[in-house]
């Protein structure tokens, strides 16, 4: 009986230092961030970035 909570617990405190999941989800995260930054500009520039080019668009031939 010992000897099954021995493992048990070795089993345990291998799965809690499995750090395998952790990289991904840090990279979720930055994308995440970088979506949200970019969604943002693009709020801000949208009218500014679409009035140049219908002034570039408008003085082609």
């Known amino acids: 009986m010992l000897k099954l909570f021995i493992n048990m617990k070795l089993a ?8 395998e999941g ?3 989800t ?10 949200i930054v970019a969604i943002v500009a693009l709020n801000f520039l949208g ?3 679409s009035g140049v ?8 031939p």
């Open 22 to 24: 952790q990289g991904l």
């Open 47 to 49: 009218g500014k970035v």
């Open 53 to 60: 080019l219908s002034t570039v668009g408008s003085s082609l």
């Open 12 to 19: 345990l405190t291998r799965l809690m230092d499995n750090e």
């Open 26 to 35: 840090e990279y979720a995260l930055i994308l995440a961030l970088i979506a």
